[in-house]
């Protein structure tokens, strides 16, 4: 998504700043063609007013600009808009100025009289008076309004682009990580189930050959359905999260209280806490929530035997039900071994083990707290991790 999200950005910000300078060249460009149309029209009228003098100015049409003849002395002769008399004196301007000096002369500046920037461009005639074209200069909000339309089909062809671009990219970055992640899951699962049944194969070997003795034949018996049990929490795990993956897996939600769900999973562990001299208890409060009970009850499972297995010897397992501000959660506080700072983030990952020599002692797929990350998901869940190596970890989960 993030990705997404930046390839469109990036080409919206290229198209902005294109268009930014392409704007800025248009209204440098405009602005000269019209300071150049509005000095050719100055001149041009300058030649018929020195032959036709006021005749001209009245047939001169005043739709496009604001005429005004000047005399050498500064006063009006001659408006196109106003009444010449009513105008106040015009001999400062700097147009007029430069016209009188030079022949020609222009300038811009805000009129009050126009309420606009005006464009001024003035021409000395013949007896000295000054004949001075103006006309509303073009500011950037006028030529973005003028070119609202191509810039607007522009801008969707872009955003198109961008779009189509950006998924394309997002897919084949999608398809290549699903394709690694296969890849990985696939060696993963492949040396997972080397061990169990290398050793499957070891002991039925002995067994099959006389090399074990009478007395022994329980001992080898017991390894070998250890690790055949093994071998089907395993596959039971690879088949979970490739439900979930592929979206094929159950998730009808109905209402689920998480107090009396606890005390099922608790239940069910007490024998392995009591193996290794592990308390176990449940405090907290009838919490009551809508979700998947099967998956619920897979992620509270994978999350205390991970306490239990990965515990110190007389160590404690703390699991609390509450809710706050109407938003149910679930804790799970164990004294075991705690999970150095590094590692915290890839705890979910499939197959990673903290300490991979504990989980051989201890035995498990790898894949419990995977099956927990894709659970929390489904649920819109948030998952906390706290730990001190040595003191223990808090898990939490808030839905």
């Known amino acids: 998504m993030h990705r997404y999200l930046g390839i469109v950005g990036g080409a919206l910000m290229a198209f902005l700043l294109a268009a930014g300078l392409i704007m800025g060249t248009m209204f440098t460009y405009f602005s000269d063609i019209q300071r150049q149309q509005l000095k050719t029209e100055t001149e041009m009228a300058a030649l018929a007013v020195d032959e036709l003098q006021a005749e001209y100015l009245s047939r001169l049409p005043k739709e496009n600009y604001r005429v005004t003849w000047i005399s050498p002395n500064g006063d009006v002769i001659y408006d196109s808009d106003m009444t010449a008399s009513q105008m106040e004196n015009h001999l400062e301007r700097e147009e007029v100025q430069a016209a009188l000096w030079r022949g020609y002369g222009e300038s811009q500046r805000y009129s009050g009289t126009m309420t606009a920037r005006m464009l001024y461009s003035a021409k000395r005639l013949h007896d000295g008076s000054i004949l001075r074209l103006s006309m509303p200069q073009h500011t950037i909000f006028m030529v973005i309004w003028d070119m609202a339309l191509p810039i607007g089909a522009i801008l969707l062809v872009v955003i198109c682009a961008s779009v189509a671009l950006a998924a394309r990219e997002t897919k084949k970055a999608n398809q290549e990580e699903t394709e690694a992640l296969r890849r990985e899951f696939t ?3 492949s040396h997972e189930l080397k061990t169990p049944l290398h050793a499957i194969s070891g002991f039925a070997e002995l067994l099959k ?3 074990v003795m009478e007395q022994d034949t ?3 018996a017991e390894k070998i359905y250890n690790e055949a049990q093994r071998m089907i929490k395993l596959v039971q795990d690879i088949i979970i999260l490739s439900r979930l993956d592929e979206g094929q897996e159950n998730t009808t ?4 209280n998480l107090y009396q769900l606890a005390e099922g999973v608790l239940a069910h562990l007490e024998p392995m806490a009591a193996e290794n001299n592990i308390t176990i208890e449940l405090i907290g409060q009838q919490v009551t929530m809508s979700g998947i009970p099967h998956l619920l009850n897979s992620m509270l499972f994978n999350i205390c035997e991970n306490a239990i297995k990965y515990n110190k010897p007389d160590g404690s397992v703390l699991v609390e039900v ?3 501000s109407g ?8 004294s075991g071994i705690g999970i150095p ?3 915290r983030n890839r705890i979910f990952e499939r197959f990673y083990r903290v300490d991979k020599s504990h989980s051989k002692e201890v035995g498990g797929t790898g894949l419990g707290l995977s099956i927990v990350k894709h659970a929390a998901r489904l649920h819109n869940a948030k998952l ?13 989960v808030k839905f």
Do not use: C
């Open 209 to 211: 050959n006389g090399m």
């Open 253 to 256: 939600k109905s209402s689920v």
């Open 218 to 220: 329980g001992y080898f």
């Open 327 to 334: 938003h149910p959660r679930v804790s799970v506080r164990d």
């Open 384 to 396: 906390e991790v706290d730990s001190i190596v040595g003191e223990g970890t808090l898990i939490t």
């Open 187 to 189: 060696a993963n699962v």
């Open 322 to 324: 509450s809710e706050i």
């Open 341 to 343: 700072m590094r590692d």
